[in-house]
């Protein structure tokens, strides 16, 4: 069994910061690519960052400049600094994570969200 808890969501005005924490936990045996999405009402998931096991990183443009994700192997957590937030990058945020739980088997696991509201 693997759970995926974010937290740091919350409410900011435009220009403001904010930092998500995700942690994996449970019978993990490795932890391979990680990743943000965020989702509004109506709209589909749409990706914001991954991170490889390597630390290779990409972004959406949206939040190229303004995003960073980071991870901390040791602790089986990712990270999402948000900077310079907008009103349009208000949304529910989920962390996923694909994850081995043996060395034969590996699955994707999600988070279930936090809340992410910019006021302008």
């Known amino acids: 069994q693997v759970q995926l808890v974010e937290s740091g969501g919350g409410l900011v005005q435009a220009g403001g910061s904010l930092r998500l924490s995700c942690v994996a936990s449970?019978?993990?045996?490795?932890?391979?690519?990680m990743g943000w999405y965020q989702q509004t009402p109506g709209k589909q998931r749409e990706l914001v960052a991954t991170i490889s096991s390597a630390g290779s990183t990409t972004y959406a443009d949206s939040v190229q400049g303004r995003f960073t994700i980071s991870r901390d192997n040791a602790k089986n957590t990712v990270y999402l600094q948000m900077n310079s937030l907008k009103p349009e990058d208000t949304a529910v945020y989920f962390c996923?994570?694909?994850?081995?739980?043996?060395?034969?088997?590996?699955?994707?696991?999600w988070g279930p969200g936090t809340q992410v509201t910019v006021s302008s």
């Open positions: 449970g019978s993990i045996f490795s932890i391979n690519g």
């Open positions: 996923n994570a694909n994850i081995r739980t043996t060395f034969w088997s590996r699955g994707d696991y």
